[in-house]
């Protein structure tokens, strides 16, 4: 008899492990909820299920069942739920975000514009030169209007600085010139020693650097005239036993806009990156 019992029990453990894995809803069972756990009189070993109102025995979904089969609507309902406040989190930050760019960029077109209507009142630049290029010809203010342009003072007799200004200037035009959306630059060298700097030796020397550089030169009252127009320092300083000499001067390199303002100045501590970056802002943002 307690052989029966134990096998009995293992039957019924048996069933209850491959209920519990099909998970079938309670609906499913003739008897519905008259299932109730009790032990046979006889059972001291081995347990059993008894189905009231029924035929046989079958056995009972565990409680872990029953919990799992009400609880998948709400886990729907809850991950639901989730989905839609991550949504709505992301458009509303992505809609922050776009406003606060939005209003940057604005803020820093006004300050653009503010910097330009400053400059125009500077007077800056707002003069006009005669000068002859590297060609022998006469070259004036209005001959570059309409046109972006780079303007560096120097003199061909420098050892380094005005070199090293012309490559970077020549390399910043080069790298806009990459850029099919932009307008064209113009490079201008003009010299701030005129009694060295006559026309063929300008033509040597600005053939070193970007093809379009253009010098100009002219007498000592015409240089002295353009130089004073962008405030430009040039003092000569003693002559040696060679009678050569240093021109102490202002380093820059100016911008000057299509309508022949001024709007910029790079000196020696901006590099290529920073100069080129500059001058692609001031074309996008400009407006004659």
């Not at 048996?14 to 909820?33: D, E, H, N, T």
């Not at 000068?131 to 209005?142: C, S, V």
Request: a positive charge; one cysteine or more.
């Amino acid at each position: 008899m307690l052989m029966v019992r134990c096998i009995v029990g293992d039957l019924r453990r048996g069933l209850l492990r491959w209920m519990s894995q099909q998970r079938r809803p309670l609906s499913a069972y003739p008897q519905g909820p008259n299932m109730l756990f009790s032990k046979s009189p006889q059972a001291s070993d081995c347990q059993h299920v008894r189905l009231y109102g029924g035929h046989g025995r079958l056995p009972l979904l565990t409680q872990r069942g029953f919990s799992s089969q009400g609880q998948n609507p709400s886990l729907k309902a809850a991950k639901v739920k989730l989905r839609t406040r991550l949504l709505v989190t992301l458009l509303f930050g992505g809609s922050l975000l776009g406003c606060c760019w939005y209003v940057y960029l604005e803020k820093e077109q006004k300050l653009r514009r503010h910097r330009i209507e400053q400059l125009k009142k500077v007077a800056l630049g707002q003069g006009t030169f005669s000068l002859l290029d590297h060609t022998g010809r006469r070259r004036t203010k209005q001959d570059f209007l309409g046109s972006w342009v780079l303007l560096y003072f120097g003199f061909t007799h420098c050892p380094d600085i005005c070199p090293d200004e012309l490559e970077k200037m020549s390399a910043v035009v080069a790298t806009l010139d990459q850029d099919p959306a932009l307008p064209q630059v113009q490079p201008l060298f003009i010299t701030v020693d005129p009694e060295r700097d006559d026309v063929p030796a300008l033509a040597h020397y600005v053939k070193d650097f970007h093809p379009r550089l253009i010098g100009l030169t002219g007498t000592a009252e015409e240089v002295k005239h353009a130089g004073r127009d962008y405030r430009v320092y040039a003092t000569p300083g003693p002559k040696d036993e060679d009678g050569d000499y240093i021109v102490d001067h202002t380093i820059l390199i100016y911008l000057i806009s299509p309508d022949g303002l001024f709007l910029d100045y790079y000196n020696r501590m901006k590099d290529q990156e920073h100069i080129t970056e500059s001058i692609r802002n001031h074309i996008k943002t400009y407006k004659l």
